[in-house]
């Protein structure tokens, strides 16, 4: 069977999935966000005494409310806004009903009310969720200071096993030239340390606090001075250490560390005499690592 093909202009199609994107980046959609539960309860009463004013001012012979018991038309501004009330509400008691364009009238100040339904609906799981992800960051959050002060740590008792094993004479050349591998992970370590620090506050995301940031810094200058004195104990016994792989590694954990500690300048983290002590604690200890290596 023939069918007859119409061109499509590919340049004047707008797939289905950009108009809903541009929809959901609107400031439109940024306003609803918004919107407060005190907002949207404003907007329902003004909307009730609004319709309830154009019921009363609006009435004509030809649109008006009737009262469905005595068959009169209503004439007081008290029961036109209760009227409005029961229609915004969708009760519909059946006493007052409207004739004309009135009804017209009602079923929008329904649709009205229904849509505004819907906000409180959506604002109401909206705040669920905000708290269920925010509980859920903090606990994150939380696990990754954890883990990062246990990676820290980790460090330090590897270099703590090296060190002993200098002390008692049983150390191996092999463990010595594989000293690189416990340096090497500090590097990762110090960048994440790195990333997580000065990170833009929002509702979802945690800055770094003071404590926090304290015994993560404090920890950082702890692993460098356990570094420094395997160093140290090294070059005193004369093991040869200065592998180009080792000191490669060192190097880089040193740069890292620096730029850690320039972020704790900018970002002011912590301040006052313990942060300045920090800092020339970790320069301190910079400087003598650098200074073994030559």
């Given at each position: 069977m023939?069918?007859?093909y119409i061109p499509i202009n590919r340049k004047n199609f707008i797939p289905i999935n950009e108009v809903f994107y541009s929809l959901e980046k609107s400031k439109f959609n940024t306003w609803i966000d918004k919107l407060t539960f005190l907002h949207i309860l404003l907007m329902w009463v003004s909307s009730v005494f609004i319709f309830g004013l154009?019921?009363?001012f609006f009435s004509s012979t030809h649109s008006f409310l009737l009262y469905s018991h005595e068959q009169i038309p209503v004439n007081k501004l008290t029961d036109m806004i209760y009227f409005s009330f029961v229609t915004a509400t969708s009760t519909g008691f059946g006493d007052i009903i409207p004739?004309?364009?009135?009804?017209i009238m009602a079923v929008s100040e329904v649709v009205f009310g229904l849509v505004l339904l819907a906000f409180v609906t959506?604002?109401?799981v909206s705040l669920k969720q905000d708290v269920i992800l925010e509980e859920i960051y903090d606990i994150s959050?939380?696990?990754?200071?954890?883990?990062?002060?246990?990676?820290?740590?980790?460090?330090?008792q590897h270099l703590s096993g090296v060190i002993e094993k200098v002390e008692n004479s049983t150390i191996s050349k092999r463990e010595v030239a594989d000293t690189y591998i416990f340096i090497s992970p500090l590097e990762d370590t110090l960048?994440?340390?790195i990333n997580l620090i000065g990170k833009e506050e929002n509702?979802?995301?945690?800055?770094?606090?003071?404590?926090?940031?304290?015994?993560?810094?404090?920890?950082?200058?702890?692993?460098?001075?356990?570094?420094?004195?395997m160093l140290n104990l090294l070059n005193l016994n004369k093991i040869e250490w200065k592998r180009e792989v080792t000191t490669h590694s060192i190097h880089k954990v040193l740069e890292s560390d620096r730029l850690l500690f320039d972020k704790l300048r900018q970002q002011k983290i912590l301040q006052g005499k313990s942060a300045m002590e920090m800092i020339n604690r970790n320069k301190k200890v910079g400087d003598d690592i650098e200074q073994m290596m030559k």
């Open positions: 023939w069918r007859k154009a019921y009363f004739r004309g364009w009135f009804k959506s604002k109401l959050f939380k696990e990754r200071i954890n883990r990062l002060r246990s990676a820290l740590l980790l460090f330090r960048h994440e340390i509702h979802f995301t945690k800055g770094m606090d003071a404590v926090n940031a304290e015994l993560i810094f404090n920890s950082v200058i702890q692993s460098f001075e356990k570094l420094r004195e």
